[in-house]
Each structure stands twice: as C-alpha cells, then as structure tokens.
C-alpha cells in the first residue's frame, strides 16, 4: 500500500493519544520506519484546556505513565460528598485520584506523540474539504493534504458540521469555575436535588480547580454562579474574579448516542469532538485517550470502518446506559429525598454504600449495576439501622422490666 498521511486536528488527549499510538504502530520513531505520516495540528500547544483535570484510579490503571509523571499531577487520598441537605461525607479512597493541571497534562501527551515518531504543528485549521487526492485543510497561512482526517478538536469543534451533522444543544453541558491558588488535599463533590450537575473542588499541584457542571437545560449562567457562590463560601474558597474558565462539556442525550455517527469515508472522530464523555459524571479524558487508542488500532489494521462498533463495545454502550440513568440519579427520589441526598446520608452508616462510591470514584463502577447496588444498599441500611432501633427500644423495655421487678 501507498505510503498515506494522516492529520489530526486537535492535540488535546484524543487527538495526542490518537498520533502516539499511530506512530508507534507503524514504527515512525525509528529508523527504517514506514513513509507513512502522522500530523497533528494544535492551535494552542499545550495549553490550560478548562477542565477539573481528575484521572480515577480506572485511566492510571490503563495508562500506568500518568501514575508515574513524577511531580505532574496532585495524588489525592481523600473525598468528601456533600448532599442537598448539607449532609457530608468524608471517605478514604482505596487508590489514589491523580488531579493534573491540563497544560501539564497536554504537554506530556504531545511529547509523547512526538518522541513516537508524529509531527505536531502548531496551526489552527479554519476549513476542511475534499479535494481531487484525499483531503485539504486550511491553516491559517497554508494548505495540508491528508488521506484521512482524525477530528479530535474538542466539544466546540465547529469542523464537525463539514464531517456529520452537529449535536443539539441538550447535548452538552454548560461549566464554569476558577482556578484558585489556595492549599487543599481534600477532593470535594457537592450535589443538589433535582439539578442535573455537581459542584467541585479539584486540588491540584499548586492551586484547586473549583467549578460546576450541569446540563443546558438546568439553568441559566447566573444560576450556576450563584450555586457555585454559595458552595465555595460554605468550603472557604474565596472566589477569584481573575482567574475564570468556562466551557462546553459534551453530555449526549439516550437520542444522540442513538445516531452517532464516529466515522465514514476518510473520517474520524474521537474525544469530546465525539460526544464520548460520561453523560452523569462529565469524565471525558479516559474515553478521550480510550476513543483514540481504538481508533488507532483500526487504522493500523487499515478498517477504520471498524471503529464505531468498538467504540460501542469498549464503552459506548455503557455511556449510553448512562445517558438513560442520569435524569434518575440526579432528579430521583427514595425515601422523599434525592437518590444523592440519601446515598449520602446512609452512606454514613452503611460500608456497602462507601464502597459503591468508592468504586465510582475509581471509575470501576459501570452503570449497568450501579443502582441495583444503590437500591440494595440504602434498603440495607435502613433494615439495619432500623433492627438496631428495634433492638435497642426491645432492650431498653426489658432493662426497665427487670429494673421494675
Ligand atoms: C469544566 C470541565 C471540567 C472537566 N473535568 C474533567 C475531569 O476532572 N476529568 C475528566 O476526565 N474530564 C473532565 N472534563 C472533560 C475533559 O476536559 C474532556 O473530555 C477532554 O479534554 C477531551 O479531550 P479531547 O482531546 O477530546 O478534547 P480537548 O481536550 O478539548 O482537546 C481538543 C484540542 O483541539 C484543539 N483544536 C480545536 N480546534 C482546532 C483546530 N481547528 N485547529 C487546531 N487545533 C484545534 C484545541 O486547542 C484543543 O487543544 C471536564 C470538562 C470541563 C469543561
């Protein structure tokens, strides 16, 4: 076969994940490699991506060198999930969350695709068409060819509409925080009661990434400000009006994981550029790696066809499942209170409902099992905690038994 080009739009995780793993596959790093090219074009090299920057225990297990970047990343040993209520619980985590600053994050990525063998070209692709061999992609001064296109230029990626049709806007979610430079070791999730999203604190190296996620519908920009405001003043974070970020987090709805569409003639996509991110916990950055390692591999195999049904098979479907839970996680009730609200305050006296989030934290915890688990362990604790009440009333009425006779 003809030796091809392949040009990835985006050196974000998907985009650099994608080029390394390419370049290795077909040895560019060494001599004797094949002519094969592998280009990635990043606009911002390296850059502070807004993002909490939290890798579970599930992404430093995959991919063990973001466990071992001496000095890269914050290793966090302890979370606290805050209810509705004001409930809170504090846990230890069984393995550590790694919180990396993105710009740490993306360099080491890059440089790993380059010490692979790809080229990382810092331009901005503004057009992408087909030409007469292949594809031509406009950068800012100059025109590329390529004969297959990796689209992995993140949620707001506009070149999505010149690959497949665009996602709607209950496909996303809207963020917002600041990056505060203040000390903190303690990982911090704060939930409402029928509001799709969370609030955040992310420790990092030298500064906590503190923020808040919800889906479009939920409310306006303002209101999550407001949620955000009053979170970090109940947590002591003093809010810094020079240090904001605000983003787009992909979120598809049970419909547009339905129709999604990852791949055609000469065309990928992968990350967030995808949809591929965790519809209930906004995780994006192991499927963003996940989604282009697979994709790699099918293009190394030649039948990048192939591509979507692996997608779907390694972890689309359980996303989508995801999608479909979400609205009963955050929006639904047991007991007249919210399933998070009670998952907190029986968490507090139950070791299976710590493990479940434990294990959610970790990222070991797949929807499919996840509210079977809830429903047991909450139906557990209160059986529990009732007996105990019992026990201790039956107790007491025979203690005052025997003291009267
Ligand atoms: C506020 C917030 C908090 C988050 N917290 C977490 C978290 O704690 N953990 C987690 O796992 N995920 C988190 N996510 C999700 C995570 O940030 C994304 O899922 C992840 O970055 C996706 O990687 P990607 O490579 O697909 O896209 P991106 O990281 O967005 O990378 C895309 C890259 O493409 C470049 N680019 C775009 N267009 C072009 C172009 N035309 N030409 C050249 N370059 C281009 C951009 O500069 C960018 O560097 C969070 C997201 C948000 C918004």
């Given amino acids: 076969m003809s030796a091809r080009t392949i040009a990835i739009i985006g050196g974000g995780p998907a985009g650099a994940t994608t080029a390394e793993k390419l370049a290795q596959g077909w040895g560019l790093g060494s001599h004797g490699g094949s002519a094969n090219r592998v280009v990635v074009f990043e606009e911002k090299l390296g850059w502070e991506k807004p993002c909490g920057g939290g890798l579970s225990h599930k992404v430093l297990r995959k991919y063990p060198f973001l466990a071992e970047a001496a000095g890269g990343a914050k290793l966090l040993h302890d979370a606290e999930f805050i209810a509705a209520t004001g409930a809170a619980m504090r846990f230890r985590l069984r393995s550590p969350l790694a919180i990396y600053s993105r710009a740490t994050l993306n360099h080491l990525l890059l440089r790993r695709a380059e010490d692979a063998g790809a080229e990382v070209v810092a331009d901005r692709i503004v057009a992408l068409r087909r030409g007469d061999s292949g594809w031509e992609l406009d950068g800012r001064g100059r025109t590329y060819r390529a004969d297959f296109v990796v689209l992995a230029g993140g949620a707001r990626s506009r070149l999505r509409q010149v690959l497949t049709e665009d996602f709607a806007a209950r496909d996303f979610m809207l963020t917002f925080g600041y990056y505060l430079p203040v000390p903190c070791e303690l990982l911090r999730v704060r939930f409402y009661e029928k509001f799709e999203g969370y609030a955040w604190a992310f420790p990092r190296p030298d500064h906590v990434s503190v923020?808040?996620?919800?889906?479009?519908?939920?409310?306006?920009?303002?209101e999550l400000r407001a949620r955000l405001g009053m979170f970090m003043q109940k947590s002591g974070y003093p809010p810094d009006p020079e240090r904001i970020y605000s983003h787009l987090l992909p979120s598809l709805s049970v419909e547009s994981w339905g129709k999604l569409r990852l791949a055609g003639q000469g065309w990928a996509l992968a990350g967030d550029a995808g949809g591929l991110v965790d519809p209930v916990t906004g995780e994006g950055i192991y499927y963003a790696m996940r989604s282009g390692e697979l994709l790699a591999e099918t293009l190394l195999e030649d039948l990048p066809q192939a591509y979507p049904e692996r997608v779907r098979n390694d972890f689309g479907r359980s996303l989508a499942l995801g999608a479909r839970l979400g609205r009963m996680f955050y929006h639904g009730e047991f007991l007249g209170g919210g399933v998070t609200t009670r998952m907190i305050e029986f968490g507090t006296h139950s070791r299976k409902l710590l493990e479940v989030m434990q294990d959610l934290i970790e990222g070991s915890q797949s929807y499919l099992g996840l509210f079977a688990r809830l429903q047991m362990g909450m139906a557990r604790t209160l059986l529990e905690t009732g007996l105990g009440r019992v026990r201790k009333a039956l107790?007491?009425?025979?203690?005052?038994?025997?003291s009267r006779q």
Avoid: D, F, N, R
Wanted: net charge neutral; proline share 5%.
């Fill in 211 to 222: 923020g808040i996620g919800a889906k479009m519908s939920e409310g306006t920009m303002p």
């Fill in 395 to 402: 107790l007491s009425g025979i203690l005052t038994g025997v």
